[in-house]
T-cell receptor, first 115, second 111 residues
Framework: AQTVTQSQPEMSVQEAETVTLSCTYDTSENNYYLFWYKQPPSRQMILVIRQEAYKQQNATENRFSVNFQKAAKSFSLKISDSQLGDTAMYFCALHGSGNTGKLIFGQGTTLQVKP | DTGVSQDPRHKITKRGQNVTFRCDPISEHNRLYWYRQTLGQGPEFLTYFQNEAQLEKSRLLSDRFSAERPKGSFSTLEIQRTEQGDSAMYLC?????????FGQGTRLTVV
């Protein structure tokens, strides 16, 4: 079975500072995909960043980057220059290389960016 | 708007009634998913379609739940004889390869 664990229920950061959200996972597959999704108070889930397990290079999307440690099964999200609009719940998710692409989500981390 | 669209956004129903939700995926996406999300939790997978074929169903999807995707386009999720425990946000997502795109969800309240 695949599992995703986010051990930080809530975090806060001052505007313009950097914050890191943690995620660990477990899977028996050798190839898989990892994601971070953002869910603002309006509730629509938005894909923030994606990492393919066979790629060693960490993914980056503007102010968002990941630290992917395959051996440790760790996948953290770093948000640089935090903005008020980054306030949201963040979910780490995983799917295997099989055909379905169904996502297994963590419990989420609520991030509050303070002015 | 070319995103995933869900209707209705909110539904309040009495216990025992049937409800049906609709999802219109991104047009070129052949994969469609339904998830359920309760407050403060991550979404839980319910079912998956590839084109019109329903290829996987979660154990969460009891006999009272049925989903269809006729002609591989829009999808419907029906809940029969609703129970208070069915109160949740029902999310639809679609994808072409990896990484799904989500709709805004349908919030169901069973009273």
């Amino acid at each position: 079975a695949q599992t995703v664990t986010q051990s930080q229920p809530e975090m806060s950061v001052q505007e313009a500072e950097t914050v890191t959200l943690s995620c660990t996972y477990d899977t028996s597959e050798n190839n898989y995909y990892l994601f971070w999704y953002k869910q603002p108070p309006s509730r629509q889930m938005i894909l923030v960043i994606r990492q393919e397990a066979y790629k060693q290079q960490n993914a980056t999307e503007n102010r968002f980057s990941v630290n992917f440690q395959k051996a440790a099964k760790s996948f953290s999200l770093k948000i640089s220059d935090s903005q008020l609009g980054d306030t949201a719940m963040y979910f780490c998710a995983l799917h295997g290389s099989g055909n379905t692409g169904k996502l297994i989500f963590g419990q989420g981390t609520t991030l509050q960016v303070k002015p | 708007d070319t995103g995933v669209s869900q209707d209705p956004r909110h539904k309040i129903t009495k216990r025992g009634q049937n409800v049906t939700f609709r999802c219109d995926p991104i047009s070129e996406h052949n994969r469609l998913y339904w998830y359920r999300q309760t407050l403060g939790q991550g979404p839980e997978f319910l079912t998956y379609f590839q084109n019109e074929a329903q290829l996987e169903k979660s154990r969460l999807l009891s006999d009272r739940f049925s989903a269809e995707r006729p002609k591989g386009s829009f999808s419907t999720l029906e809940i029969q004889r609703t129970e208070q425990g069915d109160s949740a946000m029902y999310l639809c997502a679609s994808s072409l390869f990896s990484g799904a795109f989500f709709g805004q969800g349908t919030r169901l309240t069973v009273v």
